[in-house]
């Protein structure tokens, strides 16, 4: 059994930083593209941004230039370093994670709530 485990969220004001994690254990042979998705209140969930175990990256427009995504593949962890940040980045932030070996499985945490609000 695979669980993705999220951590980091709050409440921040606008122009602040968090640091979002996603820890991944469990049955876990290779972890391959692991990515951030949010959800605001009434609307679709979105892809933030997704990373390669090679370390390739792509951003939504929206965040490019303010969010970072990393992972530490000796501990099975991503992060998502977000900083200068608006109101409208508030959301329920997921982690994604393709998991396998010769078939892979998406698993996905629980969420972890931002709020940026003054």
């Known amino acids: 059994q695979v669980r993705l485990v999220e951590s980091g969220g709050g409440l921040v004001q606008p122009g602040g930083s968090l640091r979002l994690s996603c820890a991944a254990s469990g049955s876990i042979f290779s972890i391959y593209n692991m990515g951030w998705y949010r959800q605001a209140p009434g609307k679709q969930r979105e892809l933030v941004a997704v990373?390669?175990?090679?370390?390739?990256?792509n951003y939504a427009d929206s965040v490019k230039g303010r969010f970072t995504i990393s992972r530490d593949n000796a501990n099975n962890t991503m992060y998502l370093q977000m900083n200068s940040l608006k109101p409208e980045d508030t959301a329920v932030y997921y982690c994604n994670a393709h998991i396998g070996s010769i078939v892979t499985i998406s698993y996905w945490g629980q969420g972890t709530h931002v709020t940026v609000s003054s």
């Open positions: 990373i390669t175990s090679g370390g390739s990256t």
